[in-house]
């Protein structure tokens, strides 16, 4: 193979990488199965090793494979195989072609290298990672922030898109295609999605891969890891006429044509500088067959202690669909809920929070749209991280999606029969706000959508039938929640379990019931 041949290599494989990734945040009808997110999602690095440092298998194959790769031939992750890696150079492939439009000629460009200031975000981050924190990890890590840019501002994007569509078509008496529900958004979120993404994009659009070499916590461990990689990138002094043509195509700004220097740990393997050289004088070098000679860089060797402040803003969840008018307003007793509803799967809030990177991947796939990123429900620790959220969905009682698609080990798979067992919290009934109490009237939308029958309507006064909870048969999955229709607080709420429990299983009496499809749906 061709050593020129490298750059439509790495070309083609990242943009198939990147449509992939596309297919798994916008699988709108949920029709991949469950092991192609797993063959996808180990090359990606920060989830791989949080389930490197935790169990072996698939998922830590891929952590394993980038450090090899590294090892061997520099940074190829960030051009090959990182999704917001290859988002950057399509943004800065339109920026060329505007200034290429307007007459304005790329200059040739050797960026300063901010490796102090690099070193010290990756020095920040893995003291809190020490610490328990894993959130500033999933902040910064690529594959997080385009996983948080998909889940909330592209796809519903296209879900929109399609909804249009459908309207177009069934205008034209079309009806092969069927509109899809968007719930809810959260601003928040969706604020800081479009936050990180226009960090990225300007720095990308003016700077090149200037994201890589400066924030980003992968691009920091794999630069240092590069320093002692076999084959590296260099410029043949006696073949290099400075013409600048290799600093012109470099992504990552790390040739100096003037001093005939590449610095390799900025390097991102785009290989554009092997295609534009016309002298033949960029090439690799095994530095195992050169006698190695020591040259100091005070910035790999010190590192800055600093500190960071993160301002935390509140945010607002905005029901996007209309809600029939409801009865039992202005309920005056607040839901006491202790603790937030982890996924089912997690196991526990803290084994949840101290894997999960925030990717939003299982929020997207969600097909009740249940998991909605947090702000503080978790605590300061749990920040982004995605919860049951019972005021928007319910969790579908034969659903195991986000244990299939977890890259990190946050949410583990479940069977079906394992998952009707599952304990995430339990309900609890106030009466005071119920329906049946201050509107004298029946209901019983809680009972009727309760797919183990642990809450059972039982006689009351005036001839009603008021709510009654069994908690060793309740699940958590937040039904009858969501089917309440008071407000604004609930008459039965879930709350939940800080640590998963096993539900007893429902009584011969009690056998499970089928909950409302999601083209039924709660009459309320």
């Not at 990552?252 to 044509?257: E, K, Q, R, W, Y």
């Not at 220097?261 to 960029?282: M, P």
């Not at 049951?388 to 080990?409: I, R």
């Not at 879930?494 to 009496?509: L, Q």
């Amino acid at each position: 193979m061709k050593v020129s041949s490298l750059r439509k290599i790495r070309i083609v494989f990242s943009l198939i990488m990147f449509s992939v990734f596309l297919v798994l945040f916008l699988d709108l009808r949920n029709l991949l199965p469950s092991n192609f997110y797993s063959v996808v999602l180990f090359s990606q690095f920060i989830p791989s090793f949080l389930s490197f440092i935790t169990a072996a298998g698939w998922a830590a194959i891929g952590f394993i494979v980038v450090m090899v790769l590294t090892l061997l031939f520099g940074r190829v992750y960030c051009s090959f195989l990182c999704p917001l890696g290859v988002l950057q150079d399509l943004i800065s492939r339109v920026a060329n072609w505007f200034r290429t439009n307007k007459k304005r000629k790329k200059r040739v460009a050797y960026y300063r290298s901010w490796a102090i200031l690099h070193y010290s975000i990756l020095v920040l981050i893995v003291i809190a990672f020490i610490a328990g924190f894993v959130s500033p990890m999933g902040w910064l890590d690529p594959y997080s922030i385009f996983g948080r840019f998909m889940a909330h501002i592209v796809r519903p994007i296209v879900i929109q898109a399609n909804n249009f569509l459908v309207y177009i078509l069934e205008a034209l008496s079309v009806y092969h295609f069927k509109p899809l529900e968007l719930k809810v958004i959260s601003w928040f979120s969706v604020g800081v999605a479009t936050g990180l993404i226009l960090l990225v994009s300007i720095l990308a659009a003016f700077r090149g891969r200037e994201y890589c070499n400066t924030v980003c916590p992968v691009g920091a461990v794999l630069r240092l890891t590069s320093i002692i990689s076999i084959y590296k990138l260099k410029l043949h002094e006696n073949k290099c006429n400075s013409c600048g043509l290799c600093a012109s195509a470099c992504k990552a700004g790390c040739i100096n044509s003037n001093t005939k220097s590449l610095d390799f740990e900025r390097c991102i393997a785009c290989y554009n500088c092997i295609t534009a050289c016309k002298s033949g004088g960029v090439g690799f070098e095994n530095v195992l067959r050169k006698e190695k000679t020591s040259s100091y860089n005070p910035a790999r060797r010190s590192f800055l202690a600093g500190s960071a402040v993160a301002l935390l803003g509140g945010g607002s969840t905005l029901t996007l669909l209309a809600q029939d008018e409801q009865r039992g307003q202005n309920t005056t007793r607040p839901e006491e809920k202790e603790f937030a509803v982890s996924p089912p799967g997690s196991l526990s809030i803290d084994h949840f929070i101290s894997k999960c990177t925030a990717c939003h991947l299982c929020v997207s796939v969600c097909p009740k749209q249940v998991l909605q990123p947090s702000l503080l429900e978790y605590g300061l620790k749990g920040f982004l991280q995605p919860r049951m959220d019972f005021h928007t969905s319910y969790c579908n009682f034969d659903c195991v999606k986000c244990g299939e698609v977890c890259p990190t080990g946050a949410i583990l798979p479940l069977t079906i029969e394992e998952k009707h067992l599952t304990q995430t919290g339990k309900a609890w009934f106030i009466r005071r706000n119920c329906i049946v109490r201050t509107d004298h009237t029946d209901c019983g939308a809680c009972s009727e959508h309760c797919p183990t029958k642990a809450v059972q309507m039982v006689p009351w006064r005036h001839r009603l039938l008021i709510p009654k909870v069994n908690q060793d048969i309740c699940i958590g999955c937040g039904a009858c929640e969501y089917a309440c229709p008071t407000s604004p607080y609930k008459a039965i709420y879930v709350d939940g379990n800080a640590v998963h429990k096993k539900a007893d299983p429902p009584t011969i009496n009690e056998e499970p019931a089928s909950q409302a499809s999601a083209a039924d749906d709660f009459p309320f």
